[in-house]
């Protein structure tokens, strides 16, 4: 797109921005009656509640994962991935450069592989 066709674009949007389409009385009242009975009763309480709001056994089983792929990452990362855990436990400092700085954590250390 060039400049002259997203400033007419831009323009168009304007116009419609000004002038928004009226609903017709009373749509959006039956609009939303008809979402809330669309929606499930909930009368469940307490877990059955968290466990519902969660999505279920496949979600939460999706949370499980991530959560045990999360702390296995971080106890035992890749060999291509700094030991962040370790450094924090220990108390370890990251290697200085030949001149004396610190090396950049950027992307987990990817950008040493380039080159």
């Known amino acids: 797109m060039t400049k002259p066709d997203t400033d007419m674009l831009e323009t168009l949007f304007q116009d419609a921005r000004a002038t928004p389409p009226a609903l017709p009385d009373g749509l959006m009242d039956r609009i939303m009656a008809d979402a809330l009975a669309q929606?499930?009763?909930?009368?469940?309480?307490?877990w059955r509640a968290i466990w519902r709001a969660i999505g279920g056994a496949p979600?939460?089983?999706?949370?499980?994962?991530?959560?045990?792929?999360?702390?296995?990452?971080?106890?035992a990362p890749p060999s291509n991935l700094p030991d962040i855990a370790a450094q924090i436990i220990t108390g370890a400092s990251f290697a200085t450069l030949d001149d004396g700085s610190a090396?950049?954590?950027?992307a987990f250390g990817w950008d040493i592989e380039e080159g």
Request: net charge neutral; no cysteine; aromatic share 10%.
């Open 39 to 46: 929606q499930p009763a909930s009368g469940a309480r307490g």
């Open 59 to 75: 979600a939460f089983g999706g949370l499980v994962t991530a959560t045990a792929v999360g702390f296995w990452i971080g106890v």
């Open 103 to 106: 090396p950049e954590l950027t």
